[in-house]
């Protein structure tokens, strides 16, 4: 494998394309904060209630919101950080792992919160994409 001309102060910035109504101003301040803290994810806090059940049937608990948030892409971390968040999963055989925020996390790395949007949704069913239709309607695109 070819290895890369890269510094550990490169910043990766990686995006699902399942989200394509990423913003300039999103992307924008996933580079300042990356910069300065050496790691970010993109979230929104979480508008509904949410609860956790021990057996699919029964609510056991609800939270607070208010410290709850919902991690969309982009996520941005310093070269280092991430190439060694990968080595550490590969070398650990971590399971369950959703994204790379998690991943930079197993590290011991802080991750900063960048603003998100709600219309930074991911399109994984037949409603997101009639909703991803709908948006672009009214956007004129």
């Known amino acids: ?3 890369l001309n890269t510094s550990d102060d490169d910043l990766v910035l990686i995006h699902d394309g399942a989200r ?4 300039e101003a999103i992307i924008s301040e996933n580079i300042k904060n990356a ?3 050496g790691a970010t994810t993109t979230a929104i806090k979480s508008r509904n ?3 956790t059940s021990l057996d699919d049937k029964l609510i056991y608990d609800i939270p ?3 410290k709850y948030f919902e991690i969309q892409t982009p996520q941005t971390f310093k ?3 991430i190439a060694r968040a990968h080595e550490y999963a590969r070398g ?3 399971e369950n792992v959703s994204d790379d925020t998690q991943l930079v996390k197993a590290i011991g790395r802080p991750v900063s919160i960048s603003e998100g949007s709600s219309l930074n949704f991911k399109i994984t069913t037949k409603e997101d994409l009639s909703l ?3 948006v672009l309607k009214l956007i004129g695109k």
């Open 132 to 134: 991803f239709e709908a």
């Open 64 to 66: 607070d919101r208010s």
């Open 79 to 81: 070269f280092e950080y």
């Open 49 to 51: 209630t949410l609860a």
């Open 20 to 23: 394509p109504l990423v913003s």
């Open 35 to 37: 910069d300065f803290f």
């Open 92 to 94: 650990n055989n971590l």
């Open 1 to 3: 494998m070819e290895q």
